[in-house]
């Protein structure tokens, strides 16, 4: 009966020591900085004619008869 509320207990415990041992790392301090570039080069991409993945999967559902003409 006291098994499985021991178990959990030691299961907290164990989690609370790793959790407080191995801090999670740190982001990139520039990281703003980064986003802002990646987001130039894919609207650079874009201009260059090299559509996204997501303009892409829209343009292949849409009907022939919606398409424009080439």
Known sequence: MIAGPAV???AGFTTLWLAVRT???VIAEDYYRRGIEINRTLSAQEQ???APAMQ???HAMTPAKDLPAH
């Open 8 to 10: 959990v207990v030691v």
């Open 23 to 25: 801090p999670d790392p």
């Open 48 to 50: 260059r004619g090299l």
């Open 56 to 58: 892409g999967r829209n």
